[in-house]
């Protein structure tokens, strides 16, 4: 079924590429067909949610990804991922690409790392019951959701310590706690809940039911440890949360819409080079009028540096950027892959971001568990 649908996408005399852009839960079968017969592919983030006897398999994720990636390393083709931190203009361009610089040039380690990406998403109590769109009902949420973006963007500045430790091995270890659908009359105000008949608990016993749907917000902590030795090397946190401010103002969803329920981001990264260096972004939506779909970005880049040690930096700068589209990085992705030069969101790139996914939704399961990364 899967190769009539892809074969129909195209003519046979012509070459064929596939952009996989369905729901999480069918990426691995439309990928999985394009690796088996050496398709070039594109799949939307995150790569894939395994789902088995139709709830959400977290465990599975690397097993899966191992195996596509050797076959895709057998078939030749080249498949990439869509998302958005691969070629963002302030996330790569300005952030990592300084944070690599003054870590190769100066031998000196990412030692802490905090990261909030707030996804201002309002969904109502009963659309998460019937969303087919982000659905929850599955026992995924955020962390396969837009979450993904951002946990590939800590993996890439996490992975800037090995141009210091080439050899030595780390452990990553997380520890998560969430909120789901069945917590959300407590946390939204009543009389604003009212406004949308949303102001009674959907689910009132539903004590049994608290992990049934996919999490809307994760909080989580992390330590990077080194294998020989347990020394620590870098602390810090990750947190993806929906329940942050919205735009939204509208009882039903609208058809007409790209952004149906509301969402307006803001993240909030920063990075340290111990006592050296640090970098902290603040990049956030700005609404233009009253088009839920006119939406831009504005981005302000503050440094601190021991510039009486680093005679070239300055104790503090602080740039500004306006204007921004999220969608400016994806265009450039996808130019790349269409004319066949795109390196730097491969499949094979996203093993460890996967493996980072795999470990936070499953750390879920027992809030406060401490779920380990063995390789990082």
Same mark, same amino acid.
């Given at each position: 079924?899967?190769?009539?649908?892809?074969?129909?996408?195209?003519?046979?005399?012509?070459?064929?590429?596939?952009?996989?852009?369905?729901?999480?839960?069918?990426?691995?079968?439309?990928?999985?067909?394009?690796?088996?017969?050496?398709?070039?592919?594109?799949?939307?983030?995150?790569?894939?949610?395994?789902?088995?006897?139709?709830?959400?398999?977290?465990?599975?994720?690397?097993?899966?990804?191992?195996?596509?990636?050797?076959?895709?390393?057998?078939?030749?083709?080249?498949?990439?991922?869509?998302?958005?931190?691969?070629?963002?203009?302030?996330?790569?361009?300005?952030?990592?690409?300084?944070?690599?610089?003054?870590?190769?040039?100066?031998?000196?380690?990412?030692?802490?790392?905090?990261?909030?990406?707030?996804?201002?998403?309002?969904?109502?109590?009963?659309?998460?019951?019937?969303?087919?769109?982000?659905?929850?009902?599955?026992?995924?949420?955020?962390?396969?959701?837009?979450?993904?973006?951002?946990?590939?963007?800590?993996?890439?500045?996490?992975?800037?310590?090995?141009?210091?430790?080439?050899?030595?091995?780390?452990?990553?270890?997380?520890?998560?706690?969430?909120?789901?659908?069945?917590?959300?009359?407590?946390?939204?105000?009543?009389?604003?809940?009212?406004?949308?008949?949303?102001?009674?608990?959907?689910? #009132?016993?539903?004590?049994?039911?608290?992990?049934?749907?996919?999490?809307?917000?994760?909080?989580?902590?992390?330590?990077?440890?080194?294998?020989?030795?347990?020394?620590?090397?870098?602390?810090?946190?990750?947190?993806?949360?929906?329940?942050?401010?919205?735009?939204?103002?509208?009882?039903?969803?609208?058809?007409?819409?790209?952004?149906?329920?509301?969402?307006?981001?803001?993240?909030?990264?920063?990075?340290?080079?111990?006592?050296?260096?640090?970098?902290?972004?603040?990049?956030?939506?700005?609404?233009?009028?009253?088009?839920?779909?006119?939406?831009?970005?504005?981005?302000?880049?503050?440094?601190?540096?021991?510039?009486?040690?680093?005679?070239?930096?300055?104790?503090?700068?602080?740039?500004?950027?306006?204007?921004?589209?999220?969608?400016?990085?994806?265009?450039?992705?996808?130019?790349?892959?269409?004319?066949?030069?795109?390196?730097?969101?491969?499949?094979?790139?996203?093993?460890?971001?996967?493996?980072?996914?795999?470990?936070?939704?499953?750390?879920?399961?027992? #809030?406060?568990?401490?779920?380990?990364?063995?390789?990082?």
């Amino acid at each position: 079924m899967i190769g009539a649908a892809v074969r129909q996408l195209g003519l046979p005399e012509l070459p064929m590429k596939v952009y996989i852009a369905t729901e999480v839960q069918a990426h691995e079968a439309y990928l999985r067909h394009c690796v088996e017969n050496g398709i070039d592919s594109l799949v939307e983030k995150p790569v894939l949610a395994p789902l088995v006897d139709g709830r959400f398999a977290p465990s599975r994720i690397t097993e899966v990804m191992q195996d596509l990636i050797a076959q895709a390393d057998r078939t030749g083709a080249k498949h990439s991922v869509m998302t958005l931190s691969r070629y963002h203009r302030i996330y790569n361009g300005e952030v990592i690409r300084s944070l690599e610089e003054r870590v190769r040039d100066w031998q000196a380690p990412v030692t802490s790392l905090h990261l909030r990406a707030a996804g201002g998403v309002w969904n109502l109590q009963r659309e998460y019951e019937s969303r087919d769109d982000h659905p929850y009902r599955h026992g995924y949420g955020m962390m396969m959701h837009g979450a993904y973006h951002y946990v590939d963007l800590a993996v890439q500045c996490l992975s800037l310590n090995k141009l210091v430790f080439p050899h030595r091995r780390f452990r990553l270890e997380v520890s998560s706690f969430g909120a789901f659908p069945a917590d959300q009359h407590l946390r939204i105000p009543n009389p604003t809940a009212r406004r949308f008949k949303d102001g009674q608990p959907r689910w #009132p016993h539903a004590e049994n039911l608290a992990h049934s749907f996919g999490e809307t917000d994760i909080t989580a902590t992390f330590r990077l440890v080194d294998v020989a030795s347990e020394r620590t090397l870098t602390v810090g946190t990750l947190s993806f949360e929906q329940t942050t401010p919205s735009i939204r103002n509208w009882q039903d969803l609208p058809d007409d819409v790209y952004n149906k329920n509301g969402r307006t981001s803001s993240v909030d990264l920063e990075a340290q080079l111990s006592t050296l260096y640090s970098t902290h972004v603040h990049c956030y939506d700005v609404p233009r009028g009253q088009n839920t779909d006119r939406i831009d970005a504005f981005a302000r880049l503050t440094t601190r540096a021991n510039a009486a040690l680093l005679r070239q930096e300055t104790y503090t700068s602080v740039k500004t950027f306006d204007g921004l589209f999220h969608s400016d990085s994806n265009r450039e992705l996808m130019e790349n892959w269409l004319r066949g030069t795109e390196s730097r969101s491969t499949l094979s790139a996203h093993l460890l971001p996967m493996k980072v996914t795999e470990a936070l939704a499953s750390s879920l399961g027992t #809030p406060g568990r401490t779920v380990e990364i063995a390789e990082f």
